[in-house]
């Protein structure tokens, strides 16, 4: 599975992004699909992730509920839609994919992004 990322760029404080994350093949070879992000200096962290089939997700606490993880199956694409940015989300921002019993093993490039105070 290729994964491509793009949505990042620069915002001001209290804006919004939308990332996407386009997959190479079908999605029902995916069991889930997450937002990591890794700022200058820090460990990566898993920010939202969601189960393909069920659309069960999940959050890190310092995005929950400005940050929303959704897919389209359709598209085989999913989306962090970001909402109420701030400078401490400056990062990039990866999307991976996992099959079912597996780590994520599927990368995306990764998008920078940027806010401004």
């Known amino acids: 599975v290729q994964l491509q990322a793009s949505g990042g760029g620069l915002v001001n404080t209290g804006g919004s992004l939308r990332l996407s994350c386009a997959a190479s093949?079908?999605?029902?070879?995916?069991?889930?699909m997450g937002w990591f992000r890794q700022a200058a200096g820090k460990e990566r962290e898993l920010v939202a992730a969601i189960r393909w089939n069920t659309g069960i997700t999940e959050y890190a606490e310092s995005v929950l509920g400005r940050f929303a993880i959704s897919r389209d199956n359709a598209k085989n694409t999913a989306y962090l839609q970001m909402n109420n940015l701030n400078v401490d989300d400056t990062a990039i921002y990866y999307c991976?994919?996992?099959?079912?019993?597996?780590?994520?093993?599927?990368w995306g490039q990764g998008t920078q992004v940027t806010v401004s105070s």
């Open positions: 991976a994919a996992a099959r079912l019993g597996r780590d994520y093993s599927y």
């Open positions: 093949e079908r999605t029902f070879n995916i069991y889930k």
